[in-house]
């Protein structure tokens, strides 16, 4: 099953949001290559995109906690930390075991339904933070 992307996951930060709208559409294909039979190697490829753009998105997210000194950075440079560790176990076992569509089926729902819940939670707060200090910055 897809992930839907609503107004319910917009930050308000534009490029967060882009990020956040791209990594919803990496999962979404990585369901879609396994659930469409495009291969193992199709699968592998959406997996090793997610992974790459998961590690960009996170380094960009912490870039900009630095530079507006959000107090929470360091918790959430943190959960950052762990997930991407989570994620690289993942995608170990998925090389092992091979792309079946019981695991992908884990592995999609393990980092959509951790994407969905991050972003409604730290990202959000972390997002208002930066919203805030940015309008401060240009007044
Ligand atoms: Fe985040």
Redesign the pocket.
Known sequence: MAYQWDKSLETGYELVDNQHKQLVQAVNNMIEASEGGKGDQAVMQTLEFLTAYTIKH?GD?EKLQKKFNYPDYLV?RR??EEFKITVGELTKRVISEGPSSELVNEVTLAIGSWLLN??KG??FR?AAFVKAAEARANT
């Open positions: 996170f997210e959430h959960i950052h991050h972003i730290d990202d972390m």
